[in-house]
Nanobody, 125 residues
Framework: QVQLVESGGGLVQAGGSLRLSCAAS????????MGWFRQAPEKEREFVAV???????YYADSVKGRFTISRDNAKNTVYLQMNSLKPEDTAVYYC???????????????????WGQGTQVTVSS
């Protein structure tokens, strides 16, 4: 079992930056693949980025080059550094965790068994 708590959301102007954090409970954080998803109003939740237990990363095309996912296993925390933010990045951002093996990057909601409650990011134009 792992519990996830996101923080760091807020209101920012277009072109600005935010860093989201996701703190995980438990002593086996380093064995989990960690993902970020987002859901804009009246839209489906979509994949943003994933970092595997071994440190490999994968990004959605829409955020590639602007967002960076990282993890600090000593702090049981995964981060999402978001730069050059755009109004279309406005959404609730969710952290997710999973330890199962799949032979591909975990891009699907169904790939994850644990979810945080989300943090709101609003980018004004």
């Amino acid at each position: 079992q792992v519990q996830l708590v996101e923080s760091g959301g807020g209101l920012v102007q277009a072109g600005g930056s935010l860093r989201l954090s996701c703190a995980a409970s438990g002593r086996t954080f380093s064995t989990y693949d960690m993902g970020w998803f987002r859901q804009a109003p009246e839209k489906e939740r979509e994949f943003v980025a994933v970092i595997s237990w071994s440190g490999g990363t994968y990004y959605a095309d829409s955020v590639k080059g602007r967002f960076t996912i990282s993890r600090d296993n000593a702090k049981n925390t995964v981060y999402l550094q978001m730069n050059s933010l755009k109004p279309e990045d406005t959404a609730v951002y969710y952290c997710a965790a999973d330890r199962g093996f799949v032979a591909r990057p975990k891009l699907l909601e169904a790939d994850y068994g644990y979810w945080g409650q989300g943090t709101q990011v609003t980018v004004s134009s």
